[in-house]
């Protein structure tokens, strides 16, 4: 099973930030979003598809639907740099995107 | 606090063989699966292992398939990664993950500070 997400994406201080995440049937299964900074350890910002852990803030926003998923983060922040992974678990295996770097200038 | 602390990374030579650590605290580790994530350099998270929270299903990538076991000691509060046969293609930080409910497929919650690990003549 594969995820694809696009390579990068560049946002304006207070724009909205979407990042897609495609898969076969994506829609059956649950998907979770990592935060990952240069330096730091992963964090999980969003599970089964459009949940917030607690600490996370209320921009940081999921989806899913068809084939995409999709992590929205409105009135992003600088500190929202990062690189973000989307992850789905299918039949044993923890399947990972590529991730997409979100530049924010 | 729920902590995950790894060890036993290091710079070792190809053929050869590794046993990464990870100690785990402020929570009942019985309970929950476990992961064992890398990231080589310059390339996303690659998901290496996972161990179920009794201890008795464990699934592997398929890059390390046959060459990694994953373990853990409940006595002990720890996770283990046993790597043999290391290939260049393996030098990677190693992060250990908890499962965020109970068994697998459920996303990772806490993720350790990572230990990097090195295969090179």
């Known amino acids: 099973y594969e995820l694809t997400q696009p390579p990068s994406l560049s946002v304006s201080p207070g724009q909205t930030a979407s990042i897609s995440c495609s898969g076969h049937e994506l829609v059956d299964k649950n998907v979770y979003w990592y935060q990952h900074k240069p330096g730091r350890s992963p964090v999980l910002v969003i599970y089964e598809d459009n949940k917030r852990p607690s600490g996370i803030p209320e921009r940081f926003s999921g989806s899913n639907a068809g084939n995409t998923a999709t992590l929205t983060i409105s009135g992003t922040q600088a500190m929202d740099e990062a690189d973000y992974y989307c992850?789905?678990?299918?039949?044993?295996?923890?399947?990972f995107g590529g991730g997409t770097k979100l530049t924010v200038l | 606090q729920v902590q995950l602390v790894e060890s036993g990374g290091g710079v070792v030579q190809p053929g050869t063989s590794l046993r990464l650590s990870c100690a785990a605290s402020g929570f009942t580790f019985n309970t929950y699966a476990m992961y064992w994530v890398r990231q080589a350099p310059g390339k996303g998270l690659e998901w290496v292992a996972t161990l179920s929270y009794v201890g008795s299903n464990d699934f592997y990538g398929d890059s390390v398939k046959g060459r990694f076991t994953i373990s853990r000691d409940f006595s002990r509060s720890t996770l283990f990664l046993q790597m043999n046969s290391l290939r260049p293609e393996d030098t990677a930080v190693y992060y250990c993950?908890?499962?965020?409910?109970?068994?697998?497929?459920?996303?990772?919650?806490?993720w350790g500070q990572g230990t990097t690990v090195t295969v090179s003549s």
């Open positions: 992850q789905a678990w299918d039949i044993g295996t923890e399947v």
């Open positions: 993950a908890k499962s965020r409910s109970g068994d697998y497929g459920r996303g990772m919650d806490v």
